[in-house]
């Protein structure tokens, strides 16, 4: 019961703040929009500019219902529904982080399990490890020539790091009783991988892939301002290419939820793994 009234008086504070914050930015626009409007002589005689200003929640709100009123439709290349645009931006995080899955955990049951292995491969993590994703970027372009593919590459880029050495880490911190009774019992080292050290290391590979999944949701709005063509990140560059701000706030904020969807999702698994000692 005393769990459940925390969360109870958490989410009265969150509501608060919320309405307080929206309350305050809707008041603050009005006299932004006066202090900045041109007189009639300056727009008759264009001796002034015209600033596109911050818009208020109410605009963002109605912007919001109609963008997700119809989120899927495609009326042109560069224009289609929110929905669209996010299902591109999660096919490729997706589609780059199996990929650097595939490769990160196996590689770092190699190195938790082999010190070998470890010295071997350590000097060539720490010098890819803090390149920038984004780095990459015009050499992917200009080797793959495909930019649904380059950007599909920075992610894969970005999300293996945290997995391989949270996956190693995890590996290499297994007790080694546990071991030692999966030798007397005379398991095979498949067999023990799958049956002791992973179960093992489950929280730590978990916590890896979150951290990664939160990098590549990251990544894919700046790659896709800069390859284009569609996805979230294009959406926004488009919209302020296109001055219009109440677009740009409402997808800054769909990047928002989507990221916390998508870290929220690890987080329940993160739960379902976790063991007690």
């Known amino acids: 019961m005393s769990t459940l009234s925390l969360n109870q008086r ?21 006299a932004q929009k006066a202090a900045g409007e041109l007189t009639e002589y300056e727009r008759l005689t264009g001796g002034g500019a ?8 109410s605009q963002v709100m109605a912007k919001a219902w109609e963008e997700l009123s119809n989120p899927f439709y495609d009326a ?35 190195i ?9 491969l350590n000097p060539f993590i720490q010098v890819l490890r803090p390149i920038s994703p984004l780095a990459w ?23 293996i ?12 911190g297994v007790r080694k009783d546990w071991v030692n ?29 979150r951290i990664s999944i939160g990098i590549a949701w990251l990544v894919i709005v700046a790659a896709e301002m800069l390859v284009g063509g569609t996805g979230i990140g294009y959406y926004v560059w488009n919209e302020w290419n296109n001055l219009d701000l109440t677009s740009v706030i409402f997808s800054i904020l769909m990047i928002g939820i989507v990221g916390m969807m998508l870290d929220a999702a690890f987080a329940t698994l993160q739960r379902a793994v976790a063991y007690a000692e």
Request: proline share 8%; hydrophobic share 55%; aromatic share 10%.
């Open 50 to 57: 015209q600033k596109a200003g911050v818009p208020p929640p």
């Open 181 to 209: 009774v999966a030798r007397t019992h005379e398991l095979g080292h498949f067999k023990t991988a799958f049956t002791v050290i992973l179960p093992a290391a489950a929280p730590t590979i978990v916590t890896g892939m």
């Open 137 to 159: 970027m015009p050499l992917a372009l200009f080797i793959i020539q495909d930019s649904e593919a380059s950007a599909i590459f920075v992610i894969f880029i970005c999300s």
């Open 76 to 110: 042109g290349p560069n224009d289609k529904g929110i929905g669209i645009q996010i299902g591109y931006s999660i096919y490729r995080v997706l589609s780059g982080y199996l990929m650097a899955a595939l490769v990160a955990i196996p590689l770092g049951f190699l």
């Open 161 to 172: 790091w945290p997995m391989l050495i949270n996956t190693a880490f995890g590996v290499a």
């Open 10 to 30: 958490a989410l009265l504070l969150s509501v608060v703040m919320l309405f307080v914050g929206l309350f305050v930015w809707e008041m603050a626009i009005p």
């Open 112 to 120: 938790g399990m082999s010190p070998v292995a470890y010295k071997a």
